[in-house]
C-alpha cells in the first residue's frame, strides 16, 4: 500500500520559510514525477509544484513560482518543498502525490498544515 507521509509545515509569519518533506512507501520512487498539491480552507486542492523523475526539470504554477523549489532524494524516497517569502495566501494543508502534471495516482496522505500569518 502506497502512503505519503508529510511534514515541516507550521505556523510562520509572512516572509518566513519553511521546507516541507514527503516520504513515499512507493516501489520504484525513482521512475515517478511527483508533485506537491495544497488545499487552502474551502477551496479545492490545486497542484503547486511538479518535478521529473530524475529531478531535472520542475514545473511551478505563477503564484508560487519565484518562491517555491521542489526536489527529491530518490534514494530517500523524499521529496522536498522550499517555501520562500510566504505570504497569507499560502495558508492550507498541503499534499504530495505521485503523477506530476497528471492525475494524482494514489490515496492522499495526511497532509501537513502551513499557517502564514503575524
Known amino acids: 500500500q502506497v502512503q505519503f507521509v508529510e511534514s515541516g509545515g507550521g505556523l510562520v509569519q509572512p516572509g518566513g520559510s519553511l521546507r516541507l518533506s514527503c516520504a513515499a512507501s512507493?516501489?520504484?520512487?525513482?521512475?515517478?514525477?511527483m508533485g506537491w498539491y495544497r488545499q487552502a480552507p474551502g477551496k479545492q486542492r490545486e497542484l503547486v509544484a511538479t518535478?521529473?523523475?530524475?529531478?531535472?526539470?520542475?514545473t511551478y504554477v505563477d503564484s508560487v513560482r519565484g518562491r517555491f523549489t521542489i526536489s527529491r532524494d530518490n534514494a530517500k524516497n523524499t521529496v522536498y518543498l522550499q517555501i520562500d517569502s510566504l505570504i497569507p495566501e499560502d495558508t492550507a494543508v498541503y499534499y504530495c502525490?505521485?503523477?506530476?502534471?497528471?492525475?494524482?495516482?494514489?490515496?492522499w496522505g495526511q497532509g501537513t498544515q502551513v499557517t502564514v500569518s503575524s
Open positions: 502525490n505521485a503523477g506530476g502534471l497528471g492525475p494524482p495516482l494514489y490515496a
Open positions: 518535478i521529473s523523475s530524475t529531478g531535472s526539470s520542475a
Open positions: 512507493l516501489r520504484d520512487f525513482s521512475i515517478y514525477a
